[in-house]
């Protein structure tokens, strides 16, 4: 695990090179029908930490967590969470699986760096790393929150998860909307090679700590 500090550009460089040898391009990626399915998928059991979770504690509810193993972070004053920061989780406090949905591109690259690193501590070995970012290669969904601050390429996820010391098992795509019938899947798919973009709105990288 690195120090926390920005990228030096040989690193990332690095490692956008890695990533890419190892996943391919964003048309590479596989497409994943049902998020919160492939997150029960992974848990085995254990302490869950939702990072971001929003006042509605959505993950919770989704994946039937009970209150004795599921944790919440989250900034917003307007809801109860059982931490307001990284620096509010007790060294003692450990997880199994640490969710960050929709989180990042929220920060900072220095704050997701700080995360990155501070999370690393409280996973367990062969506990789950997963967090979830806009597709930057979307035509709009980057663009359609005021509060997002960072545009996460999944390279540069990759890189994050890496400096913070994680494997990175799987990146998938996926989206709240699929292309329905055979002209518009053709057409999505032409409109994708042409210009560069994707009809997947989102990215999940699913990292773990290696015992």
């Given at each position: ?30 497409i994943m029908y049902g998020q919160n399915?492939?997150i029960a998928e992974l848990y085995q ?134 292309p329905r019938g055979i002209i518009e ?27």
């Amino acid at each position: 695990m690195n120090t926390e500090r920005n990228f030096e550009y040989g690193y990332y460089a690095d490692c956008l090179k890695e990533c890419t040898q190892k996943f391919g391009s964003l048309h590479d990626l596989p497409i994943m029908y049902g998020q919160n399915k492939k997150i029960a998928e992974l848990y085995q059991g254990g302490n869950v930490l939702d990072i971001g979770a929003g006042k509605e504690k959505p993950l919770q509810k989704n994946l039937h967590l009970s209150d004795e193993v599921y944790y919440s972070l989250d900034n917003d004053r307007s809801g109860a969470f059982h931490y307001r920061s990284i620096e509010d989780i007790p060294s003692s406090h450990i997880f199994s699986l640490i969710i960050a949905s929709q989180f990042f591109e929220h920060l900072t690259l220095q704050e997701s760096i700080h995360v990155v690193c501070n999370l690393y501590p409280h996973l367990e070995e062969g506990g789950y790393f997963i967090s979830t970012v806009p597709n930057i290669a979307h035509p709009i969904r980057q663009r359609t929150n005021i509060d997002h601050v960072t545009s996460w390429e999944y390279k540069a996820l990759y890189t994050l998860y890496a400096y913070g010391g994680f494997d990175v098992l799987e990146i998938l795509r996926f989206s709240k909307r699929h292309p329905r019938g055979i002209i518009e899947k053709t057409l999505a798919n032409y409109i994708n090679a042409i210009y560069r973009v994707d009809w997947c709105d989102s990215i999940m990288l699913i990292g773990c700590k290696r015992e």
